[in-house]
């Protein structure tokens, strides 16, 4: 499993459920549009904070982010 890619999907399957932009998603997590972008295309690693801050923005509990299809 490549936890980065596995993140990465799952982000953009729950912000696309709830039809937000990376922008929306990134104005709700107080985070920056081009760093949910990164997260998306598997470039970028992130901190449990941030982690944190994505989920609450997405209403769903922490562990779901990590969970392969």
């Known amino acids: 499993m490549d936890?980065?890619?596995v993140f990465g999907l799952n982000v953009k399957k729950y912000?696309?459920?709830l039809g937000l932009s990376q922008?929306?998603?990134a104005e709700k997590s107080s985070l920056h549009r081009t760093y949910i972008?990164?997260?998306e295309c598997f470039?970028?690693?992130i901190?449990?904070?941030n982690v944190q801050r994505l989920a609450d923005a997405l209403e769903i509990?922490?562990?779901l982010l990590f969970m392969e299809n």
């Open 3 to 5: 936890i980065v890619k």
């Open 15 to 17: 912000r696309l459920a």
């Open 23 to 25: 922008e929306a998603l």
């Open 37 to 39: 972008s990164a997260i």
């Open 43 to 45: 470039r970028r690693s």
């Open 47 to 49: 901190s449990l904070e």
């Open 61 to 63: 509990d922490t562990y």
